[in-house]
């Protein structure tokens, strides 16, 4: 996430609203990387024009 100062606003959010998750962090392929168990499930970053939040295997969430 080396071109994030555009969007340091908005990954900021998502960062916070991801951390309320019980999730662990890594970084894999130089990204933050959220998993659960194991698995991958999310991530963020920013990029030249926008900026995402992808869900890798999103199933392993709980939905209360």
Avoid: C, H
């Amino acid at each position: 996430m080396e071109y994030n100062e555009r969007w340091a606003e908005e990954l900021s959010f998502l960062s916070s609203v991801i951390a309320k998750a019980p999730l662990e962090k890594a970084i894999k392929w130089g990204s933050e990387v959220y998993t659960y168990n194991g698995k991958n499930v999310v991530s963020y970053g920013g990029f030249r024009n926008f900026f995402a939040l992808w869900f890798y295997n999103g199933v392993f969430l709980q939905d209360k």
